[in-house]
């Protein structure tokens, strides 16, 4: 285990100060700031730090962070299980049975220095691959060593205003992008519109912004936004009852998603597809991603493991191949930054 003190960084600001931890959201409706990190499958971490401060996040220092080779990645399913994966959720859509399920991996990769700090990686997605929702909790007693560098919002609040911002849809240019991109994207932008309106006051779901076009390194996005006004009453765990898992990585609709992920992956996702974010109880503001583009050190094992999780949308329109191809181009710039050595000059980052 580290005995790194914890922290967490969000938005330009860092927390220490370690004050409480708990799973319960409803801690999130009290007082002071929290991190908060959700796992696909449920478990969630909220912990409030007592010192918060803005600071940037410190440029990279020479050999604070030795990361896997690009080759020493193990996939949970390799490409003949996944795309044979995509034929089958394509069954699965014939049947009825489901419209769209995202379908995702965990790649694993023995850590080369067992003491290794999370917040030096993040040093190296701050420069490599900036990201709009990125931050960093590192909580190593409660088994939460986490960087991520999402590009997708799950949750925003500010008062009783709720906002999420699914995306579907993924290519190297904009001129990759297809009729089932955008397909995909309503798909999903209903079902978080139907998962915000179980917590909403009844006409305040609206979507003000439907497959816009988002550049991010190496790669764009189809990007709506969903917002709403929180119901009297509801608070935190309504909310998460409400949304959690994030529709965009499970699927439409969500159920029937959620037993096939269940049927086809052969190793839980984590923080990857979870939530990552911060809660500012006393200012009624919160940001959450999506655990998407997001690192954990996992210390369960005889020697500690850096994971990473990469996925794609299955509908009828799918290419097996393709869509492997896509998992790929999300993971290699992150897993390329991760060893040290930056996508773009081939050079190492530090």
């Known amino acids: 285990m580290s005995d790194l003190a914890p922290l967490a960084r969000f938005d330009g600001l860092i927390a220490s100060g370690l004050q409480d931890v708990t799973d319960d959201p409803a801690a999130l409706d009290s007082s002071g700031f929290w991190a908060v990190c959700a796992d696909f499958e449920g478990r969630t971490v909220c912990a409030r730090f007592s010192d918060v401060r803005k600071e940037a996040v410190p440029p990279p220092v020479p050999g604070a962070w030795r990361g896997p080779a690009t080759g020493d990645w193990d996939s949970s399913l390799d490409r003949d299980a996944y795309t044979a994966g995509v034929r089958r959720i394509r069954e699965h859509i014939a049947a009825g049975d489901v419209y769209q399920a995202n379908l ?11 003491g290794a700090d ?39 609040r500010d008062g009783r205003i709720v906002e999420s911002g699914p995306i579907k849809g993924t290519g190297r240019t904009e001129n990759d992008l297809l009729a089932k991109d955008h397909a995909e994207n309503v798909m ?41 006004r929180l119901a009297d009453g509801a608070g935190w765990p309504e909310l998460f009852a409400a949304a959690f898992p ?38 009624g503001t919160a940001s959450l991603a999506v655990g998407i583009r997001t690192f954990w050190i996992d210390r369960t094992g005889p020697a500690p493991l850096l994971r990473f999780g990469t996925g794609a949308g299955i509908t009828w329109g799918s290419d097996p191949e393709r869509e492997w191809d896509e998992t790929e181009l999300k993971a290699s710039r992150l897993l390329a930054v991760a060893s040290g050595a930056h996508p773009q000059t081939g050079r190492t980052a530090i």
């Open 104 to 114: 995702c991996r965990v790649l694993s990769a023995p850590l080369p220095d067992a």
């Open 118 to 156: 999370v917040d030096a990686l993040t040093s190296l997605l701050a420069r490599g691959n900036p990201a709009p929702y990125a931050g960093t909790i590192r909580l190593p007693g409660h088994g939460v060593e986490v960087a991520t560098a999402s590009p997708e919002l799950f949750l925003r």
């Open 188 to 228: 999903i932008v209903d079902l978080v519109r139907n998962d915000l309106g179980r917590v909403c006051a009844t006409g305040s779901v609206s979507v003000p912004d439907l497959c816009v076009v988002e550049k991010h390194p190496g790669l764009v996005h189809l990007v709506s936004t969903v917002r709403g």
């Open 246 to 283: 994030p529709g965009s990585v499970t699927g439409a609709p969500k159920s029937s998603a959620l037993r096939i992920i269940a049927e086809l992956e052969r190793a839980p996702r984590g923080p990857y597809c979870g939530a990552v974010g911060w809660v500012d109880a006393d200012r």
